[in-house]
Antibody
Framework: QVQLVESGGGVVQPGRSLRLSCEGS????????MHWVRQAPGKGLEWVAL????????HYADSVKGRFTISRDNSKNTVYLQMNSLRVEDTAVYYC??????????????WGQGILVTVSS | EIVMTQSPATLSVSPGERATLSCRSS??????FAWYQQKPGQAPRLLIY???TRATGVPARFSGSGSGTDFTLTISSLQSEDFAVYYC??????????FGQGTKLEI
């Protein structure tokens, strides 16, 4: 069965960096677009970043553009989120999610369990 | 940016009754629309995609309708496990995705 497992969260000071990882299994990882979505405590869902199946295209929410970088290593079935210049408002549970099918214009059919990132001095 | 607006913010319904949740898009998104269910401490779960198609394993009491800018999620006879927060999402504006702010369905 499809599984997505995030790791790398924790507590970090404002202005510092953190890298999240998400390892996929149970599907052909290299053929699906992957996303990061976050949820601040008690708030709704916010889409953060997308990377296409081959790593050839990436896109970001305005709130993280220029600070966060998504990447993937298909040989390791893993997608990453490098988060730099972290702010208090980046505090959230971060989920990775996969496209429902290969290609564009699809919802997210599987999600990881989420990993908490807390930005605090 | 396409803005998704859900209503109501909170819906109080008794078990066995019908629940109707709404979502409105600020632009025409055709049927590139999904509903998700999220229970406390869990990841979201895809319920409906293409505005009206149930995802794998979703019970038939869940149904979606609408296209363009107005969408509805109906739960025909609420079970105890259906009390959760529901989010709508548009994926028409690829590569930008947006979610609604959520509707909390409570007993």
């Amino acid at each position: 069965q499809v599984q997505l497992v995030e790791s790398g969260g924790g507590v970090v000071q404002p202005g510092r960096s953190l890298r999240l990882s998400c390892e996929g299994s149970g599907f052909t990882f290299s053929t699906y677009g992957m996303h990061w979505v976050r949820q601040a405590p008690g708030k709704g869902l916010e889409w953060v970043a997308l990377m296409t199946y081959d790593g050839g295209f990436e896109h970001y929410a305005d709130s993280v553009k220029g600070r966060f970088t998504i990447s993937r290593d298909n040989s390791k079935n893993t997608v990453y989120l490098q988060m730099n210049s972290l702010r208090v408002e980046d505090t959230a549970v971060y989920y990775c999610a996969k496209d429902q099918w290969s290609g564009s214009y699809y919802p997210f059919d599987h999600w990881g369990q989420g990993i908490l990132v807390t930005v605090s001095s | 940016e396409i803005v998704m607006t859900q209503s109501p913010a909170t819906l109080s319904v008794s078990p066995g009754e019908r629940a109707t949740l709404s979502c409105r898009s600020s632009q025409n998104i055709r049927s590139n629309f999904a509903w998700y269910q999220q229970k406390p401490g869990q990841a979201p779960r895809l319920l409906i995609y293409g505005a009206s198609t149930r995802a794998t394993g979703v019970p038939a009491r869940f149904s979606g309708s609408g296209s363009g800018t107005d969408f509805t999620l109906t739960i025909s006879s609420l079970q105890s496990e259906d009390f959760a927060v529901y989010y709508c999402q548009q994926y028409s504006d690829w590569p930008m995705y947006t979610f609604g702010q959520g509707t909390k369905l409570e007993i």
